[in-house]
C-alpha cells in the first residue's frame, strides 16, 4: 500500500512527518472541526464503540486503548451491514477471511502458556489457565500469525495490566459467554 498525501488537522507533529515521507498535506482549518468533519465524525464513532466494549466486558476506564484497539480490529473482520454485499476490510487486503478465534472482549477463555513460561509451571500445575481476552497480536501490515492477547485473570484482579501475554494457544472456553471483570 502506498500513501501520497493526506488530510489532517494541521498539528505540527503531522506537518513535520508528512515532510519527512514527502507526503503532500491537506490541511484543515486549526480549531474549526466542521472543517475536518469525516476524521471528527470518527473519533465519536470510536469513542463510543470503546465505551461500549468497556460497559460489556467490565474493566475500569483505564483500559481504554486496548477496547479502542479490539474494537477498531474487530470491525476490520467484518462485513459492513450497511453495504450488502461489500467485503469485509479484512477480505479486501488479505483475499480471506480472518483465520482467528474471535471472542468477545474481555470474556473468559483459558489458554496454555509457551515458551519459558510453560517450563516455569510446576509439573503438576493444571496446564491451562483462565484469561480476560483482550484481542489479537498483529505484526507490521496487518499480517496475523496465531497469536492472542490474554490477560490472566488473576493478574487482573490484582490490578496489573502489564502480565497481558501473548499466546498461539487458547484451548477452551465456557459453554456460555462469561465476563469476569464484571
Known amino acids: 500500500d502506498k500513501t501520497n498525501w493526506f488530510h489532517s488537522d494541521s498539528s505540527k507533529e503531522l ?10 498535506h491537506d490541511k484543515a482549518v486549526p480549531f474549526e472541526p466542521q472543517t475536518n468533519a469525516i476524521i471528527e465524525s470518527m473519533v465519536k464513532v470510536i469513542k463510543a464503540m470503546i465505551r461500549t466494549n468497556l460497559c460489556q ?48 472482549l474481555g470474556a473468559l477463555v483459558y489458554f496454555k502458556p509457551g515458551g519459558v513460561c510453560a517450563k516455569q509451571q510446576p509439573e ?38 502489564r502480565c497481558a ?9 465456557p459453554d456460555r459467554i462469561q465476563f469476569p471483570a464484571k
Request: charged share 25%; net charge positive.
Open 124 to 161: 503438576y500445575s493444571p496446564g491451562t489457565y483462565p484469561a480476560l481476552f483482550l484481542g489479537w497480536k498483529f505484526r507490521p501490515g496487518c499480517q496475523w500469525k496465531g497469536e492472542y492477547i490474554v490477560l490472566p485473570t488473576r493478574s487482573f484482579f490484582k490490578g496489573d495490566k
Open 57 to 104: 466486558a467490565g474493566p475500569p476506564p483505564k483500559y481504554w486503548p486496548t477496547a479502542g484497539e479490539y474494537g477498531v480490529m474487530g470491525k476490520n473482520f467484518t462485513h459492513d451491514s450497511t453495504e450488502k454485499g461489500k467485503e469485509s476490510p479484512w477480505i479486501r487486503r488479505h483475499g480471506k477471511e480472518f483465520q482467528g478465534k474471535r471472542y468477545p
Open 165 to 173: 501475554l501473548h499466546t498461539s494457544t487458547i484451548v477452551e472456553t
Open 15 to 24: 506537518n513535520a512527518a508528512a515532510r519527512l515521507v514527502g507526503w503532500l
